[in-house]
C-alpha cells in the first residue's frame, strides 16, 4: 500500500482540525484526587470523542464512568481473521502548567529563529529550548498563546487516531484487520490504567504518546512516589529554645541531603533522578511529594535505601522529631515485556520507514499507559504524537507530525493486516 498525496492532504486536514478542537477542552488531571477519573472535566472530552467515533461509523462505544472511552473498529471485508490491535492515547493533560483555556495558535511557514507567544511577554521558543525546532524550517508550527500548555501531549495522539478513523471510512481501499480504539484519562498521575477494562482490549496494542517525528520506544523508567511528613512542635518563638521543632524548617535541610547532581535538570540519557514535586507545611507539620526514577530497578532501591537512613539520621539529630515516609511503585521499566515481541516492534518500525521518515528508537524518560499495560500482560510500545517541550508554555508540535504520525497508523494497520 501506498498513501496517496489525497489522502495526505485529507489526514493532514482531518488531524489538525481535530487537534485544534480538542486542545480547547480542559482536561488537566489532579494526581492529588481520590476520584476516578481525577477530574470530571476528562468526561466531557469523552464524551465529545464518544459521539465523533459514532460518526466514523465505529461499533461498541462505550464511555465509561471512570472516563474511559473504548470503540471498535471491524475488519475490512477478507481481514476478518488478522490479529486485532489495540490503539491508545490518554484524555488529560499536565497539572504541571494550566491547560484551561488554550487557545491555539499557527504560526504559517516557520522560517527559524524564535516564536513569540503573545499573551506572555518576553516568552518565546526557540532553538537554544528545541533545537529540533531549526527541522521545522517552512513547516507551519502550532503553539498556545503562552498563557497555558498546548495539550499535545497527548491530544496529538488523540486527534492522530480519530484522522486515521475518518480515512478509514473516506478511503475504502486502506485496508485493516479488527480495531480497538481506547482514550484514557489520568495517564499525567500515572493512575491511568487503574481502572481499564482488560476484557474490551486486544492482546496487542500501541500508544501514540511520544515526541518528535520517527520516535518508537519500549523502554521507559522504573517509577517510584516517595510520600514524606514531618512532625513537629509549635512553641511561642519567646520560649522556644530546646523545645520548638520546626517541621517545614527540618524538612528543607532534610531536602538539602539530596545529591543535586541526581536532579532531571542534570541528568540524561540513562541517567536516573530524584524530583522533588511538592513541599507545604508550617511548624508542626511539613509534607513533600517526590518521584524516584530510574531505567534499572536497584537504582531506585538504593534511592530508597539512601532516603531511610536520612530519616534515621534527622530523627536522631532532633529526638521528638517524626517523620513518616511512604513508597508507591508507580510502573516498572517496560523492556522486560515488549522486547521479545519482534512482530510488534518491527511492524512499527516499517510503518514508520514507509512514511519516509527515519526511525528513532529512544528510552522514555517517563512513562505511559503502555508501561502499566505491558506489565498487566498486554505488550503495548509508543510511537510519535509529534509534540516537543511537553507540560511546559512552550510546548508546540508541527502540523506536519500530525499527518505523519497518522501515516503510521494507517501503514500500521496495513501491515498487521498483511502479514
Avoid at 56 to 68: A, P
Avoid at 184 to 203: A, C, I, N, R
Avoid at 306 to 325: G, W
Wanted: proline content about 4%; aromatic content about 10%; some cysteine.
Amino acid at each position: 500500500m501506498k498513501i496517496s498525496e489525497k489522502i495526505q492532504e485529507f489526514i493532514l486536514k482531518e488531524a489538525v482540525e481535530s487537534f485544534l478542537r480538542y486542545v480547547k477542552v480542559w482536561t488537566t488531571s489532579d494526581e492529588m484526587s481520590s476520584t476516578y477519573p481525577t477530574t470530571t472535566n476528562q468526561l466531557e472530552l469523552g464524551e465529545l470523542l464518544s459521539n465523533e467515533l459514532k460518526e466514523l461509523g465505529l461499533e461498541k462505544i462505550v464511555h465509561d464512568k471512570y472516563g474511559y472511552v473504548y470503540a471498535r473498529l471491524p475488519a475490512s471485508k477478507g481481514y476478518e481473521e488478522t490479529d486485532e490491535i489495540g490503539l491508545l492515547a490518554h484524555l488529560d493533560t499536565s497539572s504541571a502548567v494550566s491547560g484551561k483555556d488554550v487557545n491555539p495558535i499557527i504560526h504559517e511557514n516557520y522560517q527559524g529563529g524564535k516564536i513569540s507567544l503573545p499573551k506572555v511577554p518576553d516568552l518565546y521558543i526557540s532553538p537554544e529550548d528545541s533545537p529540533q525546532l531549526l527541522e521545522y524550517k517552512g513547516l507551519d508550527i502550532i503553539t498556545s498563546e503562552g498563557d497555558t500548555l498546548l495539550g499535545a501531549d497527548n491530544k496529538a495522539g488523540i486527534a492522530e487516531i480519530m484522522a486515521a478513523c475518518a480515512a478509514w471510512k473516506e478511503f475504502p481501499e486502506l485496508v485493516h484487520g479488527p480495531i480497538t480504539i481506547c482514550f484514557t484519562p489520568d495517564e499525567e498521575t500515572g493512575k491511568g490504567m487503574q481502572k481499564v477494562d482488560k476484557s474490551k482490549l486486544p492482546k496487542l496494542c500501541y500508544t501514540f504518546d511520544g515526541g518528535e517525528m520517527g520516535e518508537l520506544e519500549y523502554e521507559c523508567f522504573d517509577a517510584w512516589l516517595v510520600s514524606a511528613t514531618f512532625k513537629g512542635l509549635s512553641v511561642h518563638t519567646g520560649h522556644a529554645k530546646n523545645i520548638l521543632i520546626n517541621a517545614i524548617h527540618i524538612a528543607s535541610r532534610f531536602l538539602s541531603e539530596i545529591p543535586e547532581f541526581q536532579s532531571p535538570e542534570h541528568t540524561e540519557e540513562r541517567e536516573g533522578f530524584y524530583h522533588l514535586m511538592t513541599l507545604e507545611g508550617n511548624t508542626e507539620k511539613a509534607v513533600f511529594r517526590m518521584l524516584l526514577r530510574d531505567f534499572d530497578e536497584v537504582g531506585n532501591q538504593n534511592r530508597m535505601e539512601y532516603l531511610k537512613k536520612l530519616k534515621d539520621v534527622f530523627e536522631s539529630r532532633y529526638p521528638d522529631l517524626q517523620i513518616e515516609l511512604s513508597f508507591l511503585h508507580q510502573y516498572l521499566n517496560m523492556l522486560r515485556f515488549i522486547e521479545k515481541e519482534e512482530k510488534l516492534i518491527n511492524l512499527a518500525k516499517k510503518a514508520i520507514e514507509k512514511t519516509g521518515l527515519e526511525v528513532k528508537i529512544h528510552s522514555i524518560r517517563g512513562g505511559t499507559d503502555g508501561a502499566r499495560l505491558s506489565e498487566m500482560g498486554i505488550p503495548t510500545p509508543n510511537l510519535f504524537a509529534g509534540g516537543l517541550m511537553f507540560h511546559s508554555r512552550k510546548e508546540y508540535i508541527p502540523t506536519l507530525a500530525l499527518q505523519k504520525a497518522t501515516e503510521v497508523i494507517l501503514y500500521l494497520m496495513d501491515l498487521w493486516a498483511s502479514n
